[in-house]
């Protein structure tokens, strides 16, 4: 299997199109195979910078620090080997318009307890489903309220505050995303693997009583994009439909196999929150039953900016398509 992206062009806006770049990351076993990893894509349209990332992390449920830290490399690499340096007069970066909030922006103190106790009864049969846990990882890493780790002694101990607020981040996430900085669009999509936090009767249980609140407030990558200054920028839109992993294949059943993964939203898509992008719709394809998981996909708007001293016009889409180049990461 292959890691593969694609960013199509409409031919009405092909000649606003310049600058393209890509990258490739990898993950994997000691961070050179391609089994994980990301792809960055990036281009400008007009003169405002865009950047689409697909990325596939680390695997199991115990592996969320790993995840993180895959995600900030990736971040760090794609930014730093093809950022586009903004012009004077770009958009604000830090603004933040999308009336569209993520759902996990606004998780109320008694949610932040139900997270707690979630993480508490955590299954301990998917803990060892990972041959290659490192001993300097957490096994259920996750953020409460107070700040900090809220499962592994090893965080608590190296823990770092952010703003003077009382919240601290993950010892390893200490700085800003530096996407956010490095274009004004960044669409970021893929299998995150990030899970829910508990045992696989208790999200069976919840999936069957349609309490979606409590399975979001348990989510990962919910606890993350509250507390960790690395997600700082990024939003994501209301998860409106079921976990997309892990189906018994051409079924709508979850995994009945002898590991009966616990159902979670591993395939998420993230934005840059700015008032020049709108989000429109983000939803799974129930329907298509050829994988364990579903597929999601989201529609944005964008607003643009031009140069308007550029005679965009006189662009042939030769010098357009000489720009073009693939970047694969191998999966295994």
Partial sequence: RRHFSAVCVHKAIVHLVSDIKSHAVPTGVYDTLGNKGGIGVSLKIGISSFCFLNAH????QNQMCRRTQEFMRISHEVAKTIGISKKPGSMDSSSD??????????????????????????????????????????????????????MCSSCRGAKTTIGGRGVTAHPSCTKINPLSTAFDFVFWAGDFN????????????????????ILINNDQLMMLMQYDP???????????????????????TYDTSAKRRIPSWTDR?????????????YSSAQNIRTSDHRPVYSTFTAKIDFDKCHDYDNIQV???????????CVIS
């Avoid at 990030?194 to 609140?213: K, P, S």
């Fill in 57 to 60: 992390l680390a695997a199991h």
């Fill in 194 to 213: 990030y899970r829910i936090n508990g045992t696989r009767d208790i999200i069976d249980n919840l999936l069957e009583n349609n309490m979606h609140r």
């Fill in 97 to 150: 318009g999308d009336t569209n909030d993520s759902c996990g922006d606004s998780a109320s103190a008694e949610s932040n307890e139900g997270m707690m106790m979630m993480v508490n009864n955590a299954d301990s049969k998917e803990s060892s489903d990972s041959s290659s846990t490192a001993s300097s990882t957490c096994k259920a890493c996750s953020f409460g309220p107070s700040g900090g780790c809220v």
């Fill in 269 to 281: 898509i993230l934005y840059k929150a700015q008032t020049n992008v709108g989000l429109i719709s």
């Fill in 230 to 252: 690395l997600f700082k920028g990024l939003k994501e839109g209301p998860i409106t439909f079921r976990p997309t992993y892990k189906f018994d294949k051409e079924s709508d």
């Fill in 318 to 328: 030769p010098l357009w398509s000489c720009q073009v180049k693939s970047e694969v």
